[in-house]
Structure formats: structure tokens, C-alpha cells
């Protein structure tokens, strides 16, 4: 389990909210305790300081925006916070019907909104008309932990960051994220990224989307631990689970299930959608790595998922100058009839370096999965460690009933993994022992479990063997959301929605989204 815990500065100051109390609304005690969100005095509140919001002895719900507005400072950042005491320690619920529509929205810097008591999570924000967060154009650096983010009527979190310094800071994590009218995260930016990775984090949530799971323009993120699906198919947008146009991502030991739900046919859908050169051309394209992820569909023969688990659009609008530290390793596939399409569109490419599709499992019974490594003359297809220019290298995977087994490589196989009901290769599985170091990404499995067990990695997400305890994969819904077949109220509604009326009540289409509309992608 995790636990994060908050140092206050000796000379912080503690700053109280409770729409119960009595006393003098002047914040400075749960006895005199700002009355309402709207009563805080931003200009008392400074970088370093906390503001305990009451959750009373269960549970206390607010019926008004929290606008925090006021901007911490780098390592002092202000912290807005569930209260930690008997009596004020149960869940806060916000939420915001009609003007300004949004729960909480903000429009500062360096803030961290945490609804952390114990290991616990108790801060809801639901049934707003507009999205539950949302900030304005300048705010970064922002940290959302510990939230329930659910049935409010536009996207879960969204943000559009806009000029200068790049985004950096944002950290989401230990959140649920679930039954919104769009996209569970959209976060946007005109201005790139860092050149580096790690900047920003989204990690250990449990997100489950109508439209996008996550939909982010920017780059320097790492995206782990999530448990993302199932998502529903509704008459709106894409239910992508994550569509990423910038550089410099990582996206490891997360878990993407329940995918493949029945869409109408003109619906595109993914679970990874790299999708780069949308915005605008790329001199120095890639980097990025993919790994460790495990991608489940109970239910393979139904559905209409359109693009693959792991779908690599590269330059299909902008063109894009070189290709360089492209990983997709050590994923483990099962049921999808779509498995890995990589598609590169631009035809001014000038070079391809560090390219490779390696230690992946691809399981399907059935009819056979597709692949697809597309480059239009682009790039040759190669095993690892053969020599020439500008190669993709596919190797060591073990691509079982699928259309092109050669993309398995030299190295690899085309046989059943054996695989148990954990994902990971049991005793015995030729999937054991089978694959390529890549310990210059990485050295774990998605479990933690040191790579290699044996006298090599193993193929796929996890090693194998009987002396390993299986990781334990919950079911991702949140207490009391049913699945497809007994949706949320929001769900329901969107079951009877068109698309002339997929607008968010805070005026943001369905349709604003970063990868290209609806066409239908042929394998080939």
C-alpha cells in the first residue's frame, strides 16, 4: 500500500472550513471557521499553508464552487485538504448545479487539493453541471490526490494550459475517476514539453470514461500503476483509453481492461493511442516507452474496437522529422482482435534510431489478431541486432493466432504462453526465459518482481514461475458502479443521447478532441 504524508513548514498556517460552524468565519479554528468556500479570504492564505475542509463525522456536502485562486510556491505549495480530525474527518462532497457549473476550479499555481485521511479517500466531487475540476489557462503545477470524481456533466478533470514554462508538476494519483459526461482526464497545452521525461505523473487511479480515459496534449509524462476500463461505449467522442500526442512518455505497469465494448461503427477506439504530429510538425519525434502493461478483454468476440491495444500513429496530419527511442517491450495482449498497429503517415522522414517491439505477448483464441507495421517506405523491419538504417526491430515477442506471425521475429515464437488466470507465464511456459534484456528501461515486472527470475527476462508483463505471489487485480469500478449493463444514471442518459446534443453544459463539444476524426484504419 501507499501512503503519502504532507510536511507542514513549522511557520505554515492552518486554515479551517466547515459550513456548520458558529463561531467568528474567520478560518482560523473549526470553531470560527470559514462558513462557506465563497468566505475564504484568499489574501490571508500564503505558499506553505493548509486549508482543512470539514467532512464532519461521516460525511458534509457543500452545494457551491471551491474557486481556489491563490498560488503556493515551488516546494511551498498551498494545500487544500479533507480535515484530519474526529469530527470533521469524514467525506467532503462538493458539488455546483447550474452557474458556474464547475466543483472546483483553479486558477493558481503550485496547489495540491488532497482528500487523503489515512490511506483513505474522502473527497467527492460529483453532480456539478460542468466538470468536476477544471482550472483556468495559467495554472500548473497542480497536484490531485485522493478524489472521486463522478456523474458530473462534462469531463472529470480538465485543464488547458497555455503558454509559458511548459507544463511541469501536475501529479494525479490514488484518484477515482469514473462515470463523467467526456473524457475521465483531458489536460491540454499549446506550449510542448520539456525535453525529459518524468516531469509530470499520473498514477495508481482507477479510471473508467464514456468518452477518452485520458486525453493529454502535452509530454514529459509517466503514466503507471492506473487501472484503466471498462469504458462505455456511448454515442459521443472516442472511448479511447489513452490518447498521448506529446514527447517523452512513459506508460508502464498500468492495467487496461474492458475495452472492446459494443461501439457504433464509426467509432474509433484504442487503448494506447500514441498520436504524434497532430498538432503541428515535429523536427525530433518519439520518445516514448511502452511497457510492462497488461491489456485483458473478458469478452473478445463482441465489440467493435476499431484501432488496436496499442495503436502508434506517427505524422498522419503534420510531418515529422526523425524517429528516435521508440519501446514497446515486455506487454502482455489478450483477446484483443486488434493487437499492435504501428502506422508512420509522413513521408519526410529522415531517420529512424532506436526503434524496437520486443518481448511482447499477443494471445488470442479464435480469429487471429491483427498487426500492423506500416511505414510507407519509411523504415525496414528487422530482428534484433541485424544491421541497416532506419529499422523497426520486432523480435523475441511471442505472437500467438495471429495475421502476421513473422513480426514475432527470429528470435521469438508463435506458440500458446501458457498463461494463468494472473496473466504470467506458468511453470513450464515457453514465454519463461524466452525474451532480451532491456534493463536500460527498466529492471522489474509489473509486480515489482526483479527481471530475470531465470537466465533470462521473460516475454511479456510479468516473469513467471510458482515461487512468485500473483499480483492481485481488483475489480476497477468503484464501490457501487455497475458495469455496462446497469450504467450510472449519467451513462443511462448518454444511452439515449445524439450527437447534436453532445455538447457539455460548460460549452465544450464531444467532438474537441486530439487525435483525428472518426475514419476507419484497414489493416493490412
Same mark, same amino acid.
Given at each position: 500500500?501507499?501512503?503519502?504524508?504532507?510536511?507542514?513548514p513549522?511557520?505554515?498556517?492552518?486554515?479551517?472550513?466547515? &459550513?456548520?460552524?458558529?463561531?467568528?468565519?474567520?478560518?482560523?479554528?473549526?470553531?470560527?471557521?470559514?462558513?462557506?468556500?465563497?468566505?475564504?479570504?484568499?489574501?490571508?492564505?500564503?505558499?506553505?499553508?493548509?486549508?482543512?475542509?470539514?467532512?464532519?463525522?461521516?460525511?458534509?456536502t457543500?452545494?457551491?464552487?471551491?474557486?481556489?485562486?491563490?498560488?503556493?510556491?515551488?516546494?511551498?505549495?498551498?494545500t487544500?485538504?479533507?480535515?484530519?480530525?474526529?469530527?470533521? &474527518?469524514?467525506?467532503?462532497?462538493?458539488?455546483?448545479?447550474?452557474?458556474?457549473?464547475?466543483?472546483?476550479?483553479?486558477?493558481?499555481?503550485y496547489?495540491?487539493?488532497?482528500?487523503?485521511?489515512?490511506?483513505?479517500?474522502?473527497?467527492?466531487?460529483t453532480?456539478?453541471?460542468?466538470?468536476?475540476?477544471?482550472?483556468?489557462?495559467?495554472?500548473?503545477?497542480?497536484?490531485?490526490?485522493?478524489?472521486?470524481?463522478?456523474?458530473?456533466?462534462?469531463?472529470?478533470?480538465?485543464?488547458?494550459?497555455?503558454?509559458?514554462?511548459?507544463?511541469? /508538476?501536475?501529479?494525479?494519483?490514488?484518484?477515482?475517476?469514473?462515470?463523467?459526461?467526456?473524457?475521465?482526464?483531458?489536460?491540454?497545452?499549446?506550449?510542448?514539453?520539456?525535453?525529459?521525461?518524468?516531469s509530470?505523473?499520473?498514477?495508481?487511479?482507477?479510471?473508467?470514461?464514456?468518452?477518452?480515459?485520458?486525453?493529454?496534449? %502535452?509530454?514529459?509524462?509517466?503514466?503507471?500503476?492506473?487501472?484503466i476500463?471498462?469504458?462505455?461505449?456511448g454515442?459521443?467522442?472516442?472511448?479511447?483509453?489513452?490518447?498521448?500526442?506529446?514527447?517523452?512518455?512513459?506508460?508502464?505497469n498500468?492495467?487496461?481492461?474492458?475495452?472492446?465494448?459494443?461501439?457504433?461503427?464509426?467509432?474509433?477506439?484504442?487503448?494506447?493511442?500514441i498520436?504524434?504530429?497532430?498538432?503541428?510538425?515535429?523536427?525530433?519525434?518519439?520518445?516514448?516507452?511502452?511497457?510492462?502493461?497488461? %491489456?485483458?478483454?473478458?469478452?473478445?468476440t463482441?465489440?467493435?474496437?476499431?484501432?488496436?491495444?496499442?495503436?502508434?500513429?506517427? /505524422?498522419?496530419?503534420?510531418?515529422?522529422?526523425?524517429?528516435?527511442?521508440?519501446?514497446?517491450?515486455?506487454?502482455?495482449?489478450?483477446?484483443?482482435?486488434?493487437?499492435?498497429?504501428?502506422?508512420?503517415?509522413?513521408?519526410?522522414?529522415?531517420?529512424?534510431?532506436?526503434?524496437?517491439?520486443?518481448?511482447?505477448?499477443?494471445?488470442?483464441?479464435?480469429t487471429?489478431?491483427?498487426?500492423?507495421?506500416?511505414?510507407?517506405?519509411? %523504415?525496414?523491419?528487422?530482428?534484433?541486432g541485424?544491421?541497416?538504417?532506419n529499422?523497426?526491430?520486432?523480435?523475441?515477442?511471442?505472437?500467438?493466432?495471429?495475421?502476421?506471425?513473422?513480426?514475432?521475429?527470429?528470435?521469438?515464437?508463435?506458440?500458446?504462453?501458457?498463461?494463468?488466470?494472473?496473466?504470467?507465464?506458468?511453470?513450464?511456459?515457453?514465454?519463461?526465459?524466452?525474451?532480451?534484456?532491456?534493463?536500460?528501461?527498466?529492471?522489474v515486472?509489473?509486480a515489482?518482481?526483479?527481471?530475470?527470475?531465470?537466465?533470462?527476462?521473460?516475454?511479456?508483463?510479468?516473469?513467471?514461475?510458482?515461487?512468485?505471489t500473483?499480483?492481485?487485480?481488483?475489480?476497477?469500478?468503484?464501490? /457501487?458502479?455497475?458495469?455496462?449493463?446497469?450504467?450510472?444514471?449519467?451513462?443511462?442518459?448518454?444511452?439515449?443521447?445524439?450527437?447534436?446534443?453532445?455538447?457539455?453544459?460548460?460549452?465544450?463539444?464531444?467532438?474537441?478532441?486530439?487525435?483525428?476524426?472518426?475514419q476507419?484504419?484497414?489493416?493490412?
Open positions: 500500500s501507499f501512503l503519502l504524508v504532507f510536511a507542514t513549522s511557520w505554515a498556517a492552518l486554515w479551517y472550513v466547515d &459550513n456548520a460552524a458558529s463561531g467568528s468565519n474567520n478560518g482560523t479554528s473549526w470553531t470560527n471557521a470559514w462558513q462557506a468556500f465563497a468566505n475564504i479570504v484568499w489574501a490571508s492564505v500564503s505558499p506553505g499553508d493548509t486549508v482543512y475542509i470539514s467532512g464532519g463525522t461521516t460525511s458534509k457543500y452545494n457551491e464552487r471551491l474557486a481556489a485562486s491563490k498560488s503556493g510556491t515551488s516546494g511551498n505549495p498551498i487544500i485538504k479533507t480535515g484530519q480530525d474526529a469530527g470533521h &474527518n469524514g467525506t467532503v462532497t462538493i458539488t455546483m448545479t447550474g452557474s458556474p457549473y464547475v466543483g472546483i476550479y483553479i486558477s493558481g499555481q496547489i495540491t487539493i488532497s482528500g487523503q485521511v489515512g490511506t483513505s479517500r474522502k473527497m467527492r466531487i453532480g456539478c453541471s460542468g466538470s468536476g475540476i477544471d482550472t483556468s489557462n495559467a495554472a500548473n503545477a497542480i497536484k490531485l490526490l485522493y478524489l472521486e470524481v463522478d456523474n458530473n456533466g462534462n469531463y472529470g478533470v480538465h485543464s488547458s494550459v497555455s503558454g509559458t514554462p511548459y507544463p511541469a /508538476g501536475w501529479e494525479i494519483a490514488y484518484c477515482s475517476i469514473y462515470s463523467n459526461y467526456q473524457d475521465a482526464i483531458q489536460l491540454t497545452a499549446n506550449s510542448g514539453s520539456v525535453a525529459a521525461y518524468g509530470n505523473s499520473i498514477h495508481h487511479n482507477s479510471l473508467r470514461a464514456v468518452d477518452d480515459t485520458l486525453e493529454i496534449s %502535452f509530454g514529459s509524462v509517466d503514466y503507471y500503476d492506473n487501472v476500463g471498462p469504458n462505455i461505449c454515442t459521443i467522442g472516442h472511448p479511447d483509453a489513452l490518447v498521448v500526442s506529446g514527447l517523452y512518455t512513459r506508460i508502464y498500468n492495467l487496461f481492461t474492458g475495452l472492446q465494448q459494443p461501439c457504433p461503427a464509426n467509432v474509433i477506439n484504442a487503448g494506447i493511442y498520436n504524434q504530429g497532430v498538432f503541428g510538425a515535429i523536427t525530433d519525434a518519439g520518445h516514448f516507452a511502452i511497457y510492462n502493461n497488461v %491489456f485483458y478483454e473478458p469478452s473478445p463482441v465489440g467493435n474496437m476499431t484501432n488496436a491495444a496499442i495503436t502508434i500513429t506517427l /505524422g498522419k496530419v503534420y510531418p515529422l522529422g526523425s524517429l528516435t527511442d521508440c519501446y514497446v517491450v515486455n506487454n502482455t495482449i489478450i483477446g484483443h482482435k486488434n493487437a499492435i498497429w504501428n502506422v508512420i503517415y509522413t513521408t519526410t522522414l529522415s531517420s529512424i534510431t532506436n526503434y524496437y517491439i520486443e518481448n511482447n505477448i499477443v494471445y488470442k483464441e479464435g487471429a489478431a491483427s498487426m500492423r507495421l506500416d511505414g510507407g517506405g519509411n %523504415f525496414t523491419i528487422r530482428n534484433h541485424e544491421a541497416g538504417a529499422s523497426v526491430f520486432s523480435d523475441y515477442n511471442d505472437y500467438y493466432n495471429t495475421n502476421n506471425p513473422s513480426f514475432a521475429g527470429s528470435h521469438g515464437m508463435t506458440t500458446n504462453p501458457n498463461l494463468g488466470t494472473d496473466y504470467k507465464p506458468q511453470p513450464g511456459s515457453p514465454a519463461m526465459d524466452h525474451g532480451i534484456s532491456w534493463a536500460s528501461l527498466f529492471t515486472d509489473r515489482g518482481v526483479s527481471r530475470p527470475q531465470g537466465s533470462a527476462w521473460d516475454i511479456g508483463a510479468y516473469e513467471g514461475g510458482e515461487d512468485i500473483p499480483p492481485v487485480i481488483t475489480n476497477p469500478l468503484p464501490s /457501487g458502479v455497475q458495469t455496462c449493463d446497469a450504467e450510472s444514471p449519467v451513462d443511462k442518459a448518454l444511452a439515449a443521447t445524439s450527437n447534436e446534443n453532445a455538447t457539455g453544459k460548460y460549452g465544450q463539444s464531444g467532438e474537441n478532441d486530439l487525435h483525428d476524426p472518426p476507419a484504419v484497414s489493416a493490412s
